[in-house]
């Protein structure tokens, strides 16, 4: 089993950035694909970025790209979410994941979920 715990959140104001960090222990992070999710109250949790066990393929939701980047470290066992240019409509608690399908697109697709971090945009 893998352990997983993100950090990086809080608040900021719309147009600013925050990188998220998803530190793993228990078993290395290669043997995963990770992604990050997202819930904001009263909706779904949804999928915002995923990566490859090896970082070569990338997803993101139409309404991030040009604006994350997921990328991870392997040999630290932490991913990241580089968010820049953030919105109101972005403000949601972050979940990190990890699962064994090739890329998460979907929560049936995590095997593993850490605690969550909250992101708040004001306007």
């Known amino acids: 089993q893998v352990q997983l715990v993100e950090s990086g959140g809080g608040l900021v104001q719309a147009g600013g950035s925050l990188r998220l960090s998803c530190a793993a222990s228990?078993?290395?992070?290669?043997?995963?694909?990770m992604g990050w999710f997202r819930q904001a109250p009263g909706k779904e949790r949804e999928i915002v970025a995923a990566i490859s066990r090896t970082g070569g393929s990338t997803y993101y939701r139409d309404s991030v790209k040009g604006r994350f980047t997921i990328s991870r470290d392997n040999a630290k066992n932490t991913m990241y979410l580089q968010m820049n240019s953030l919105k109101p409509e972005d403000t949601a608690v972050y979940y990190c994941a990890a699962g064994y399908a090739f890329i998460l697109q979907r929560k049936l697709d995590a095997n593993y979920w850490g605690q969550g971090t909250q992101v708040t945009v004001s306007s």
């Open positions: 228990g078993r290395t992070l290669n043997t995963y694909a």
